[in-house]
């Protein structure tokens, strides 16, 4: 136990340089500013009509925050708490599958795993999801291999948890339910094959009071087919599935995938099937869960980096499974693969304290400073406005195209409509002549350069718009290493032409917020 302690220590160090060093980007500030609406009713109407989650863990953060209040520290505790138990667990999960010393590894892997530091340091569920996704397969595997109505209960119940927490579940337990009949078939013939059909009958009657309300999210929100080159969105995936750099962790990958091969086409000198060890199972879980989101990009895009992190402790566990076989030249390669993760993830993790995960307090509190009360702030995307709003305190107002409240969390229901409508480019015209015709300074905050956001289908005409009424005359990318890794935001200040050379002599056309040298 003083090992597993030791890794929990390690884990524990890790997550604290890497949450508290940092604002909240604005994924996590739209999480809680959903929190923050009012009463669960109000919360659960909000999910459904604007939102793409289910209410799971909103229910549990909700409470949370109750207790412990919804600023910085208290809304990633509970994620960091889950992150520490992903640890145990990951431990647990190796000793019952393999050996104690397959657990301290996985253990280990799990602790230093940038990933999962980045998922357990963020106010946002991927921290339970990596504790439910674990056990949810380890249980997966115990049915498949028992085949006995109370592991089918037990499966049941962790599925529930995790489709109910989120709906990138239902790839996990796609990959669940065809790896589990398999193995089912392998070890049990037919006899067993009827209680996946009812564990996964009974999953959908679990799930139906949920499931009208997954359909208008999918028709309204959630992620559509990536206009992104297919290599270069399996690239980041691979960050966040081993966290490590991509190109270390497509080579363990392919490693991994070569001593499964290896192992089939060598047979076990025990004569287990491939099907029945659990360390397969856990990778061919990952392998399949990638490969189902592959095959469902013309509809969806399900290669979400972020959700990737989910299967990451599977993945994990099945490493130090692999570690843990009796063969010895398969076992010294997967040695070698572990060892590779885990002095690269120490290495890496070591370095995220110098990482923030955005900047966009700093360009908050800079534009509050320097704007004045006659100014105008405008965020584009709105997607900003949760994050930049938790940390402005300034006099001059804002608003965010296309038009919406920034204190209000952001309504992601029909969201490329909303953003290319001509009536909102009408409407943010108005406001940009009529700002203009005041005489007012307008402060874009945007994550993207103007001559970047031109390009851009949504926000094109809004800028072209701005920049026919105004000249801009700085520009700033505020923080310690220039932005942030989730997102870099940025803070330009147009004034109405005739204004121009005199602001760019106050600055001495210097960038705005940049001292001079």
Known sequence: MGLL??????????RLSAAFGSAMWR??????????????RTMFRFLANHESHPPLYYLLAKGWGVLFGYGDPASVALSMIFGLLLVVVAYVAGRTLFSPGAGLLAALLVSTSSTLIFASASARPYGFLGVAALVSTTLAWRFAESGTWRSAGEYLTSAAVLVYTHHWAWVILAAHGLLGLWTSWERHGTAFLHRWLIAYAALIVLYLPWLPILVLQTRQAGHPPSLLPLSRILYKCMFFLTGLPPEVGALCVL?????????WTAGDGGGQPMARRPSVFLISTVMMVTGLAVAALPVANLLVPHCFSVVTP???VGVAGLVHR?????????????TVMVVASTIYSAGLWRFDRTNVDEVAGYVAREAQAGDLVLLMPIYLAPSFMR???????????PDESVRDPTKFDHRLVRDTASAA?????????EAAQARRRIWLVAEGRPDHLLLNERWGGAIEALEAAYDRTAVTSIGRDGGGFFETVYAFLYVPSANARAARDATDGRPAGRPPD
């Open 255 to 263: 490693s991994l995938g070569a001593l499964m091969v290896l192992d």
């Open 27 to 40: 994924d996590e500030a739209q999480f809680i500013a959903v929190l923050q609406l009012g009463d669960v």
């Open 5 to 14: 302690a030791a890794a929990v220590a390690v884990a524990l160090a890790f």
């Open 326 to 338: 009796d063969r010895s030249h398969h076992r010294l390669l997967a040695a070698g693969v572990a």
């Open 314 to 316: 599977v993945l994990l």
């Open 391 to 401: 940390y402005y305190s300034g006099a001059a107002p804002v608003v965010a195209y």
């Open 425 to 433: 480019r009408r409407r943010f015209s108005t406001t940009v002549d």
